[in-house]
């Protein structure tokens, strides 16, 4: 006789069944061109062509030079220190509340306010007085609940606190997005290069390092004079001098109007400073209408940022015109809607690493972590391998790799790479990788349940 205890063990069994189906090791595969490569000795595993560089970005002297030039009669060493305070509250900021979402938390906070106080023995206090001791106890917790965004004013003296406090995180996480595309896309030449919420110009430097050649016009647009007239002032090496051609460069405060076209177009750590949804939506589909080719969008890599730059990503791939359709060229190695937004509480970023401004002590290597998305224009090229994306530090044990990564699939899988399991040449490849990295291996297992993905954020 099956007791009742037995009974739900046996009714558990299936769930266990498919558990443990769901953790077989998936079908990974190195890819057939770069294991042909390896074997003959044309790359090393640590040079695989999925690899991300440069991996230690540092500023050009004449950049440096030029800093110390604009900073005029100002101190550097007060720059910097007042600049470290200016970075964090930039990198603390949120995205605005919505008007939809405030008036909602506005009264339910009101409720809340006059339930407490009708309760209270104030409740027997004449009706003026009661209504302003609701109305002052609704401000403090409007204060403490809600995020009290406001524009930050780039006047003179704050864009160059910007400049000695961002131009170098700025400037790295750039020259390792522009070098993805210049490594994957080798035909890609721009001829122009519009950069929104261009402030010091990174950009244009960023840029510079790749396409010098080719770029023949920098559209620059900031809503700040100050900052345009500074990233000016630094691209000619400061006052009095002329060590760059400036020739083809402009400078704007306003979008503008007209439907030319760019090859690159860049909005590098600008949407957290546009005053509302439909706004940062407005201005991406205007950037996008005016892309040719690339659509690169940067933000910090916090949850707020991240939140951004996948609204931003999720609205491009919704367009329905197909003669303005695009897909992701990086990171992500997929069309769909990111697994980690939908499973997991904390962002998609990346790491860089720098050096730091030598000005107030020898340079020191420093990280910065951001998020990002590559929008390319029209529909994803059949020969895109699409390999997975490392979206967290690969563990290094003895003997085996662990990566986690992002896949062509949309979900996450999390592989423990060891020479017996999938070949030397792979474990070779996913040991010598890193955070950012493509590893180029098939994935083609489809069994990553909640539970694997759970895990993989853990």
């Known amino acids: 006789m099956i007791t009742s205890r037995h009974s739900k063990e046996i009714i558990k069994l299936p769930n266990l069944i498919r ?5 077989l090791k998936p079908n990974v595969k190195l890819d057939e061109e770069i294991s042909t490569n390896i074997e003959n000795a044309v790359i090393k595993p640590r040079n695989h062509p999925g690899r991300v560089k440069p991996r230690v970005v540092t500023l050009p002297d004449n950049v440096l030079k030029a800093m110390v030039n604009v900073a005029e009669d100002h101190s550097v060493k007060a720059l910097i220190e007042n600049g470290h ?5 930039l990198s603390c900021r949120l995205a605005p509340t919505e008007q939809g979402e405030l008036k909602n938390i506005k009264r339910a906070l009101l409720q809340e306010v006059l339930t407490a106080e009708t309760k209270s023995n104030r409740k027997n206090d004449d009706e003026e007085r ?3 001791v609701v ?15 406001t524009a930050v004013n780039y006047n003179g003296y704050n864009s160059l606190l910007y400049l000695f406090a961002r131009f170098a995180p700025d400037y790295a996480a750039l020259v390792r997005i522009f070098s993805e595309i210049n490594t994957r896309d080798v035909s890609f030449q721009p001829k122009s290069l519009f950069d929104f919420g261009s402030g010091t110009g990174t950009a244009t430097w960023a840029a510079n390092l790749y396409w010098k050649k080719s770029v023949f016009e920098y559209f620059n647009v900031d809503s700040s004079r100050d900052m345009n007239d500074l990233a000016q002032l630094l691209l000619q090496g400061g006052r009095g001098t ?4 400036l020739k083809g460069t402009f400078y704007r405060q306003f979008l503008p109007a007209n439907n030319v076209a760019y090859d690159l177009v860049v909005c590098a750590y600008t949407l957290l400073e546009l005053p509302s949804l439909r706004s940062r939506l407005q201005t991406i589909l205007n950037l996008w209408n005016k892309t040719a080719s690339y659509l690169v969008i940067v933000e910090h890599g916090t949850n707020a940022g991240f939140k951004v730059v996948n609204e931003v990503r999720d609205f491009i791939l919704n367009i329905k015109d197909e003669t303005n359709i695009g ?10 809607i990111c697994p980690r937004f939908l499973t997991d509480n904390t962002p998609c970023n990346f790491e860089v690493s720098f050096m730091s401004l030598p000005f107030s002590g020898p340079s020191s290597l420093k990280t910065e972590r951001y998020s990002y998305v590559i ?29 986690r990564m992002c ?14 399991k999938y070949g030397k040449a792979a474990y070779r490849c996913a040991r010598s990788s890193e955070w950012g990295d493509r590893l180029p291996v098939e994935i083609e297992s489809d069994t990553c349940s909640k539970h694997d993905q759970d895990d993989n954020n853990s």
Request: glycine share 4%; proline share 7%; hydrophobic share 35%.
């Open 407 to 420: 896949t062509a699939v949309g979900k996450l899988e999390e592989v423990i790479f060891t020479a017996s």
């Open 130 to 132: 009661f209504q302003q």
């Open 85 to 89: 305070a200016f970075e964090r509250h």
């Open 19 to 23: 558990y443990f189906s769901s953790k």
């Open 135 to 149: 109305k002052d106890k609704l401000q403090k917790k409007l204060r403490r609940v809600v995020y009290n965004w």
């Open 327 to 336: 897909h992701v060229f990086s990171p992500c190695p997929h069309d769909m």
């Open 375 to 403: 929008l390319k224009k029209g529909k994803r090229n059949g020969n895109d391998p699409q390999w997975p994306r490392i979206v967290r530090p690969p563990l290094l044990k003895s003997r085996h790799a662990i990566c």
């Open 242 to 245: 002329k060590s760059v051609n």
